[in-house]
C-alpha cells in the first residue's frame, strides 16, 4: 500500500495524462465513431518511480501501433409477394448494390420458408433457383443459376428468384414463402464480429448477421387466372442532351401473361411515369395495334396525369400480350438513373388480389460533359456555328495598347466577356489552356505571357470549379508582351476549353492584339558616370555594367544603394520596384524615397508612384544580409518594372559580407550510473558562423577533464560520425583536435559529440563525478570565438527501472491474447480488441520503491473491462484510479509496486476495444 502523499501525486500524474489522453480520466465514450480506414492508433506508456537516493524519476515505453482496416456494406430489397397456381413456376425480382467502399463478392441463395422467424407456411417450393438479370428486363441473362455475383463500389444488379410450387394438398389462399439471401465474402471472411482479427466487418444491418442480408417472399395459391408482368425498356443509356426529341427516346415493353388455369378479367396495368419522363402521345400500341390516348373509347388504354392505364377485358389460360409506349427523358434531365416500376391488377381494382409489382427497370441518363467558350454571356454558341451575320464572330479584338501595356480580356465594362458555358447535363469542372501560336506567323511573340484570372481581374484562375448545368464562368485574360516589342502586326492568342474528365470536347476563342506602341524606362545611380563594363542581360540606357557600386558590411547589417527611375515614354507610368537576382534564403531589399541628402525617408515602397513623361524618381535600394550569411560578395540586380505597360530596367550592385563567427555547444546533462556502470551523455557543435569551422587542422583544440579520475572513474570522448547516436570504436577521438576527426563543419550544420563515463565498481551510491568539455577555437580570418564549455554531472545509484510495451489482438469477450506480445505494428477493424502489456524491470542492483506504471486509452478507442480479466497487474497491485474505469470509458490505467526488487519486474496489462 502506498502512502498519502504518494498516492496524492499519483493521483495529479493520472489526471495530467488524462487531460493529455484528450477528457476526463472516467469519459463516456459511448457515442464514438468508428475510426477511417488506414487510420493508424499509437500509443505510448509511461512509469514514475523513486531510486534508492530518494529521487523522483519517470520512463517512457516504446510506441505501439494498431492500423484500421476497411470495412463492407451492400443492401438486398425488397420483399415480394405474389400468386401462383398449384405446381406453377413464379419469378420474383431483388436487388443487390454494393454500398461498401471496396469491390465485394456476394453469395447468393434461396432456400424455403421465413428463415428469421419459426412461423410455418402452407407447402415448400421445388426448383428454388438465383439467375442474374445485370440489364434489368425482368428475364435472366442465361439458364445458368449463379451463386455468387461480384459488384463494384455503388454497382447493382437485380437477382430473379424461380421456384415451383408444391403440386398437391394445396388450397386456395395457401401461404408459401421462400427466403433469398446475400452474403458479402469480404465481409464474413472471419468467424465471428467479436472477436479481435476476425473477417467481419460493420455494416448497417439490422437483420441478424453482420455480412448477411435477406428478403422473405410471399406466394398466395389459387385455382383462378395468374397473370405476370415483365417490363424492359428498348434502351438502357440516354444522353439527354441532344436537341432532337427522338434521340432521347425510350420505348417500354409490359408483357402479360396468363399462367394460370382460367381466364382472367378486367386485368388492369398502370405505369406512373416518373419524373424526368414525358409521355409520347399516341404512342401506345398493344400487340401492334395503335391505341387511343383518350378515355370514354373501347380499346381499355388511357394517359391521364401522368399515368398509363390499360384495361384487357379478358386473358385466357396460357396466352398474352404485349403494351408498348414511348416516354422521352426531358432533355438537360441531370444524370442518374430513372427507374420505373409498373403494376398488374389480375382481376381489375378493389378486389382481394391487389396489384403485382413487375420487375423494376433502369434507364440511365448519361453524363454528358461539354461546354463553349465564347464572348457572349448568354448565347452559348461553339466554333462550328461562327458567323459574321450574327456577330458570332469567336474572337476578342483590341486595337492598340502601348509597349509593354498589358492587354486586357474580358474585363468587366471593357468590351467583351470570356465567358465558359457548361452545356452538358452534369455539374463539371472545365480546364482552360492557351495557345500563343508561333511567333512570326501571327502568335505572340516569344516571351510573351497570358495570365488568367477569375472574372474580378485580381485573383488569378486556378480552376473553374464545379459549374452548374447550364451554367457559366467568367474569365479575365491578360496578356504581357516583352517589353521590347513594338509593332502593327496583328497577334493572336487562342484559349482552349474542355471538361476536366473529358479533354477530347475542346472549343476555342481567340485573343486578338492588333497594334503595339513603343516606350521604355531607365534605371540608373544617378551619378555622372556610366558604368558600362560586362553589360548584364535586359540592362539598357545608363549604367548597364556589372557591380555599379560595391559596398562592405557585416552579417546582418544595412547597406544604401541609390536609384533613379526615368520614365521616357510617352505618357505618364509608375514602376514597381523589386530584384531579378534569385538572392539566398534571409537576404531582403526595400525600397524608400530618397531625402535630399540620398537617405531612405517615410516607409518602404513597391512603387515609384507616377512619374510624368520624360521626368524622373530618387530612391534609395536598403539591402540586408541575414545575420548568418556568408562572408564573400553577392550580386543584387535591382529591377523596376511597370504594371501598366510591362516595361522593365535593371541594374548590378554588389554587397561585400564581412566574416562573422559564432558556435554553439549543447548542452549540460545530468544521469545517473550503478557502480561499475556507463552513461553516455550526446552535446551537439553547432556552426552559426558565415564561415566553414574546422577545415583548418587544430582549429578546434579541446580538453576533456573529470573531477574523479583520481578515484577511477573513465571518460571518452566520441564524434558521432555515423549520427546512431552508438558510441563505435572507430569514432573514438584520441588526440586533442575534433577538427582531424569532424573535418569541415558546413555553416548552420551540426555534429553531435559523446563523451562516455565509467563509473569504478566501487562507487558509493550518492557519489557525484563532474565531466567538463572545452573546446577552444582558434583565429580564422581574422576572427576568434569565446570558449564553448559544457558540464555533464552523474550520479552514482543503485536502482534503475527500464520500461517496454507490447499489444497483440485480443478475444473481446475473453481477454485472451490471439498470438503473442509484440512490439510491432497490429492491424485491426473497427469493433476488433487489442491488449497492450507494460513491464517495469529494475535493471539496477538496488531496490526502488513507488513504482507507478502509467498507460491511457489512446484515441479511436474504449476500456474493454472483462471480469477478472482487465486490467491485471502482475507483481504489482491495480490503483483505486483504474478500479473505477468501466466498460466503455477513457481514461487512465495504472498499477503501483513499491519496493521493485534488482533484477525483478512488475507488469500491468489491460484490454482497449477499436471504436465502431
Known sequence: MSNPTQRLKFTQLAASIALVAGGAAFASAANAAAPAKGTNISNVASASYTDNTGESKKVNSNIVTTTVLQVASFTLVSD?????????????????????????????????????????????????KVYLDANKDGIPDSQTPVTSVTLATGESVNLIVQATTASSNLNAGDLGKLTVSATSTYGSSGSSSTTAGSG?????????????????????????????????????????????????????????QNTGNTTATNVTITDVIPAGLVYVPGSATVNGTVLNDG???????????????????????????VLKFKVEVNQNTPAGTITNTAYVDPDGPGTDEGKTPSNPTDVTVLSIKKGTINDNQTDAYADADKTSATAKDNQIVIASIKQGKVAEFGASGQGEPIVIHNTGNVAEEFNVSVNKGTAGSGGLPSGSIVTLYQADGVTPFVGTGLIASGGTYNLVAKVTLPANYSGSTALTATLTTSPKSDASKTDTLNLVINDVTRATVDLHNGDATDSTTNAIADASGKDKGQYVE???AQPGVSVNFPLVVENEG?????????????????????????DVSGNPTGAPITNTGNIPSGGSAEIVAVVTSPANAPAGDQEVIFKVTSPATGLTDVMSDRVTVETNRVLSLQ???????APGGTVVYKHTLTNNSNIIEGATSGSLPFTLTNDQAANGWVTSLFVDIDNDGVADATELVTGTDLAAVTGSIARGASVNLLIKVQAPATATAGTPSAVILTIKPTVVGGKSVTDLVNTDLTTVTTGQVRLVKEQSLANCSTGAVIGSYTQNNVD?????????????????????????????????????????????????????????????????IAAEKTPLAANTSASLEFVIKVNN
Open 80 to 128: 415480394q409477394t405474389k400468386t401462383a397456381n398449384a405446381n406453377g413456376q413464379v419469378s420474383l425480382s431483388h436487388t443487390l448494390t454494393n454500398t461498401g467502399n471496396g469491390s465485394d463478392t456476394f453469395n447468393v441463395a434461396v432456400v424455403n420458408d421465413d428463415t428469421r422467424d419459426s412461423t410455418t407456411d402452407g407447402y415448400d417450393f421445388s426448383g428454388l
Open 200 to 256: 467481419i466487418n460493420k455494416v448497417t444491418a439490422t437483420d441478424k448477421g453482420d455480412a448477411v442480408r435477406w428478403n422473405v417472399d410471399t406466394v398466395k395459391i389459387t385455382n383462378g387466372a395468374v397473370i405476370s408482368l415483365l417490363k424492359s425498356a428498348s434502351v438502357s443509356n440516354v444522353d439527354a442532351t441532344l436537341s432532337i426529341g427522338t434521340a432521347r427516346e425510350v420505348e417500354y415493353s409490359l408483357a402479360y
Open 295 to 321: 378515355t370514354g373509347d373501347t380499346d381499355g388504354y388511357n394517359f391521364t396525369s401522368g399515368t398509363v392505364t390499360f384495361v384487357i377485358p379478358t386473358v385466357v389460360a396460357n396466352s398474352g400480350g
Open 550 to 552: 560595391t559596398k562592405t
Open 570 to 594: 510617352a505618357t505618364g507610368d509608375n514602376y514597381n520596384l523589386s530584384t531579378s537576382t534569385t538572392l539566398p534564403t534571409g537576404w531582403t531589399v526595400q525600397y524608400y524615397l530618397a
Open 667 to 673: 548542452n549540460d546533462r545530468t544521469g545517473q550510473v
Open 828 to 892: 485491426a477493424k473497427p469493433g476488433a480488441c487489442v491488449k497492450y502489456k507494460i513491464t517495469a524491470t529494475n535493471e539496477g542492483n538496488a531496490n526502488v520503491t513507488n513504482v507507478v506504471i502509467s498507460d491511457a486509452t489512446p484515441a479511436y478507442t474504449t476500456l474493454k473491462v472483462i471480469a477478472s480479466a482487465s486490467p491485471v497487474a502482475t507483481n504489482a497491485t491495480l490503483s483505486t484510479l483504474t478500479a473505477a474505469l468501466t466498460d466503455g470509458s477513457t481514461g487512465t
